[in-house]
């Protein structure tokens, strides 16, 4: 019996008796009632502090959604699913030391036409949310779709239950410890051990290959199972990874005090929308293009050479567009430029010490998706991410001790301008009383030891957005160079960044966004196809829909071969620096 206590209970495979667990032994053919069945006995399952909540088959047809975001794209028609047993279980049930009810719930679809895959969707901003264990990356069908067993958690603690707005809303689980620690990783093998112990049980045979896809937060999850738990997956898509989330959190309340500087005085949410209006941005981001965008052989609106996109190209270039007198349209104020190079330096303490990477120059600037994060939205109806999420993160989830700013969008507003980098960066790392990590040591995923991932053969593809505003992708950059030096110049064995010009945070922007990086990483992983390059297809919201790009392994760089259609990737080349 302790063959199967994979996740702290005896397995649910004894139900239907699998091969013992390790063997890959193809499942013998069920007919539908079989596979019904199978289903429905894992239903109302529990041992040991594990529980079956649910166990439902269905037939083929369209997914369920829920209703979509007002604020977003408008939805396509849904996907369409195969016929399959959802399982939706809870785990590690306890009550905090914050009197709240914690527990891990997690969300797992079973095709009946099973390619003996598995895999596992990353989470995404403070978590709490069950997922929906489709698979969807992108407009392609989802993985589920294509025969895949997938898996999706909440890390640990449940919006529905956790994010009451007295205790401080969705961050509130970061005044308990262990909380904490399962958003920040701990969660990842007991959510897999559950699941693969479920897939055994199903088919009675076990996954051939397990892989990880994730952006954002998904991408941190992502980091943090190559860097400290490699046995879980054999390929891992990190895309725009938040795996210094606590730094990065602290660079956006240095983004809002920076803005906040030259927003109307007393500051408020809407002043500091105001500070910079869609046309300023339009003027960053022609000075941008105007001082790179042909450094890549071709001006078509895309920093293709974006390291070299410096400072001191930039600077100068975009200093032509301060107003020669009172500001007014179509000029900046001295002010407004001082700022954004104050965001584009990155934050500092008063000793001049970086304390996390710096953003690049590129021609997203002026994309909604880099203003909300940064300002919020220019008619009011959207604050900025970073006061609205990025500032409560910081007090409750990733300061040691935690701190419950005051209520409201304003509360949260002043605990960022309040921020001192030189009294409370410290907090990052600080552990005491019932706290014994750091929130680093908890959720920071930034080490560059892979090297159990490596050895095991262990493959990671990685996009990340040059126009990201949350999350630097020089961060990115620097982390894949110590990884390259750790190996002695091999990284690209098994782990492969790929910088997107353009792109905001995980998608949009003036970029070829639309990635299929999951198929090269299968290509990858089982075929031993390692990717010099993704191709990039611009979407429908982008300056030219169906345009098509290189995007070229770090540190190559897409180039125009000087002849071709200027719309279309194989008229450009990966080129090392």
């Known amino acids: ?65 829920p209703p979509p975001n007002p604020m977003g794209p408008p939805p396509g028609p849904p996907p369409q699913l195969p016929a399959h047993c959802e399982i939706v279980g809870i785990m590690q049930e306890r009550t905090g030391i914050d009197g709240q009810p914690y527990a891990i719930r997690f969300h797992l679809r079973l095709p009946a ?73 701990t969660s990842l093998p007991l959510a897999v051990g559950a699941a693969k112990t479920l897939i055994g049980a199903f088919y009675a045979a076990n996954p051939r290959y397990s892989y990880f896809a994730g952006c954002s937060k998904g991408g941190q999850e992502g980091m943090m199972a190559a860097q400290r738990y490699p046995d879980l997956f054999d390929g891992i898509v990190a895309a725009a990874p938040g795996m210094s989330l606590p730094r990065a959190a602290m660079a956006e309340v240095w983004d809002t005090q920076s803005l906040a500087a030259i927003a109307t005085k007393p500051v408020t949410p809407a002043s500091l929308a105001a500070s910079f209006s869609d046309g300023d941005l339009a003027l960053v981001t022609r000075a941008v293009l105007d001082a790179c965008d042909a450094d890549d052989g071709l001006a078509d609106g895309l920093v293709g050479n974006y390291p070299a996109c410096t400072p001191q190209k930039v600077v100068p270039v975009l200093k032509r567009s301060v107003c020669s007198g009172d500001k007014q349209a179509g000029c900046l104020s001295a002010a407004q430029v001082g700022a954004l190079i104050r965001v584009q330096e990155g934050i500092r303490n008063s000793k001049g010490e970086g304390l996390y990477a710096p953003f690049p120059w590129d021609a997203g600037w002026a994309d909604m998706g880099w203003r909300v994060w940064k300002l919020g939205s220019a008619d009011g109806r959207i604050p900025a991410i970073n006061v609205m999420m990025g500032a409560p993160a910081l007090a409750m989830i990733f300061t040691t001790p935690p701190t419950l700013p005051a209520p409201g969008l304003n509360g949260s507003l002043d605990y960022a301008l309040a921020f ?119 979407g429908p919201m982008s300056p030219w829909p169906g345009r098509t790009r290189p995007l070229c392994a770090y540190p190559t760089t897409v180039r125009y071969k000087g002849t071709g259609n200027v719309e279309t990737a194989d008229s450009f080349t990966c080129q090392a620096p």
Request: aromatic share 8%.
């Open 420 to 538: 001192d980098f030189d009294r409370d960066a410290a907090k990052i790392h600080a552990a005491g009383g019932a706290f014994t990590r750091s929130a680093w040591s908890d959720i920071g995923a930034r080490s560059p030891d892979i090297d159990a991932f490596a050895r095991r053969g262990g493959r990671m593809i990685v996009p990340h957005g040059v126009s990201d505003p949350v999350f630097s992708v020089n961060d990115t950059l620097a982390w894949w160079r110590e990884v390259d030096q750790r190996t002695g110049g091999k990284a690209a064995q098994n782990v492969r960044v790929f910088p997107v010009p353009g792109m905001a945070h995980c998608a949009g922007g003036p970029a070829t966004d639309g990635i299929d990086a999951f198929t090269s990483l299968v290509a990858w992983v089982e075929h031993g196809k390692a990717p010099d390059q993704l191709t990039g297809t611009a």
């Open 1 to 65: 019996m302790k063959r199967f206590l994979l996740w702290g209970v005896a397995s649910v495979a004894l139900l239907v008796a699998p091969a013992a667990w390790g063997q890959t032994a193809p499942a013998s053919p069920l007919t539908r009632a079989d596979r019904a069945g199978r289903c429905a006995a894992l239903a109302g399952w529990k041992d040991d502090g594990a529980r079956i909540l649910s166990a439902d088959y269905h037939t083929a047809g369209p997914a369920k959604l």
């Open 113 to 185: 036409s099973w390619n003996r895959r598995f895999l596992m969707q990353g989470g995404g901003g403070t978590n709490g949310e069950l997922g929906d264990a489709l698979g969807r990356m992108g407009p392609a069908a989802p993985a589920l779709a294509d025969g895949y067993a997938v898996l999706s958690q909440d890390s640990g603690h449940d919006n529905a239950v956790n994010a009451a707005p007295e205790r401080g809303g969705a961050p509130a689980f970061g005044f308990d410890p262990q909380a904490r620690a399962d958003y920040g990783g």
